[in-house]
């Protein structure tokens, strides 16, 4: 049987994953990087993307996390993500909506807050639309 890394996922809501897996892909600030039994010990700020969990060569479950944090140490990762959503959660008609939503609402803004505010909105949408590939 293959080492294990154990991974425990928390959202500022709640822990969401906590079990063992052969290897996990983090989206690092700086770029993915593979996780599995025996890594060295980093601490890495997250990007937004997908956190990709594989189970031998195949892909078990990903999972968009809109920035954080990655810390690895004794077989163990760590991720503290701002906001974590299981990719098979989203719906592409939905978000492409709501992308189109976002776009009429940069446009319409009064001033720069609201404009500035939409545009991330939008800028986040099209983060998970990017998500599903």
Same mark, same amino acid.
């Given at each position: 049987m293959a080492e294990m890394v154990t991974m425990d996922l928390v959202s500022p809501e709640k822990l969401l994953l906590s079990d063992e897996y052969e290897m996990?892909?983090?989206?690092? /600030?700086?770029?993915d990087f593979a996780v599995m039994a025996g890594h060295t010990a980093v601490t890495s700020s997250l990007r937004p993307g997908v956190i990709a969990i594989y189970e031998g060569d195949a892909e078990k479950d990903r999972i968009f996390v809109n920035g954080g944090f990655a810390q690895i140490a004794?077989?163990?990762?760590?991720?503290? /993500?701002?906001?974590?959503?299981h990719v098979a959660d989203l719906d592409r008609s939905d978000l492409e909506q709501r992308i189109q939503d976002a776009s009429e609402d940069?446009?319409?803004a009064k001033d720069d807050e609201t404009r500035r505010k939409a545009q991330e909105n939008r800028d986040h949408l099209e983060q998970l639309l990017e998500a599903l590939g």
């Open positions: 996990v892909v983090v989206p690092g /600030a700086e770029g004794d077989d163990k990762l760590t991720v503290l /993500a701002e906001e974590a959503i940069i446009e319409d």
